[in-house]
């Protein structure tokens, strides 16, 4: 049974950080393509950052250089470290696993999400 939860959310003000982590189960990590995404309301789902098996990384445009992503395959986790928050960054954060094997369906894998939320 594959499990990701997420934690490390919560209430922030402007400027401030907050680190989310992701703990997996059910899956091998180390061959899965990681992300972080989010969903504000009444908006869609959209791509924070992501880092593949092999470690590539990339991240959305508008979090660049004050996000950071990270994965430990030795704990199977994965962490978003969130510094210079913003309200527009506002929005559950889900993880999520993904990976496509050769000539079979991909599977892909969603947390339950935790709330950000950045106000004074």
């Known amino acids: 049974q594959v499990q990701l939860v997420e934690s490390g959310g919560g209430l922030v003000q402007p400027g401030g950080s907050l680190r989310l982590s992701c703990a997996t189960s059910?899956?091998?990590?180390?061959?899965?393509?990681m992300g972080w995404f989010r969903q504000a309301p009444g908006k869609q789902r959209e791509l924070v950052a992501s880092?593949?098996?092999?470690?590539?990384?990339n991240y959305a445009n508008s979090v660049k250089g004050r996000f950071t992503i990270s994965r430990d395959n030795s704990k199977n986790t994965l962490a978003l470290q969130m510094n210079s928050l913003k309200p527009e960054d506002t929005a559950v954060y889900y993880c999520?696993?993904?990976?496509?094997?050769?000539?079979?369906?991909?599977?892909?894998?969603w947390g339950q999400g935790t709330q950000v939320t950045v106000s004074t």
């Open positions: 999520n696993a993904y990976r496509t094997p050769l000539g079979r369906p991909p599977n892909d894998y």
């Open positions: 059910g899956i091998i990590f180390s061959i899965y393509n």
């Open positions: 880092i593949t098996s092999g470690s590539v990384i």
